[in-house]
């Protein structure tokens, strides 16, 4: 493997979605959200190879899907998100410059934005992690729900995946004690990294309640039409 490894995370359980099976398995279209993902991960030339963290109990069914993928690895994955990207990150070979970290739940990631995440590393960020501009005015509250703070809204972003970084920043920032974090970036950023945001898109939004599955649907439906 060079130049960059993707790491898919699909172990997440989906409670909020609430199928018979995890999340990343819904199919979308007849095909399980993962493999939408690493698909598409799979299409991007500077991305030399994948690795799954599959939902615990479904490893085998997970290698089985991509059995025919000699790039593809999979990897039992963790209790919270940020284990099962720390398990994933442990077999990325030592030799890649950079690593993404990918939602199987964003399955229809335009390709400029993971491309975009790559163009900033190569450009010389430790990070970059695609945003897009809140619609709402975001509240901080305290454990009483009083609001304590009103960020400005015009320099909040709602950030997305791929998330993208250099391979030795991200180990860096994985290693960190207790690190736990609903995204990566949070943890680069404690290590001092600098990460940058740059334009995502409303397609890449995730998938976590049936509302979603039934939009993600559409859009398929949509870029089948539009590919003939
Ligand atoms: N994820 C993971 N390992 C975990 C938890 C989450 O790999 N222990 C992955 C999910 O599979 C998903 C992504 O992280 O692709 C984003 O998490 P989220 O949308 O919260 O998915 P779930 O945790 O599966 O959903 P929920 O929180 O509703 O249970
Ligand atoms: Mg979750």
Redesign the pocket.
Same mark, same amino acid.
């Given at each position: 493997m060079t130049g960059y490894a993707c790491v898919v /995370? %699909? =172990? !997440? &359980? !989906? +409670? &909020?979605?609430g199928a018979e099976m995890? *999340? =990343?398995l819904v199919p979308i279209g007849g095909r399980a959200m993962l493999i939408h993902a690493v698909s598409l991960m799979r299409a991007r030339p500077r991305i030399s190879g994948i690795v799954v =963290?599959a939902p615990v109990g479904e490893t085998e069914n997970v290698r089985a899907l991509f059995a025919d993928f000699a790039d593809v690895t999979v990897v039992t !994955? !963790? +209790? #919270? &998100?940020t284990? #099962?990207v720390r398990a994933a990150v442990a077999v990325v070979p030592d030799d890649v410059a950079g690593i993404l970290v990918h939602? %199987? =739940?964003r399955p229809f990631v335009p390709a400029h934005v993971v491309d975009t995440v790559i163009d900033a590393i190569e450009d010389g960020a430790d990070g970059a992690v695609p945003g897009i501009p809140v619609i709402d005015t975001i509240k901080e509250v305290g454990p009483d729900d009083v609001i304590v703070a009103t960020p400005r809204r015009a320099s909040l972003r709602a950030v997305q995946t791929p998330q993208g970084f250099r391979a030795d920043v991200l180990r860096a920032a994985l290693a960190l004690p207790d690190a736990d974090a609903t995204d990566d970036a949070q943890l680069v950023e404690r290590v001092g990294g600098k990460v940058r945001v740059v334009p995502g898109h409303p397609d890449a939004f *995730?998938v /976590?309640t049936p509302d979603d599955v039934a939009r993600a649907e559409a859009l398929l439906t949509e870029r089948i039409a539009h590919a003939d």
């Open positions: /995370t %699909a =172990a !997440g &359980r !989906g +409670e &909020r979605l995890p *999340k =990343a =963290a !994955g !963790g +209790e #919270s &998100r284990d #099962s939602d %199987a =739940a *995730k /976590t």
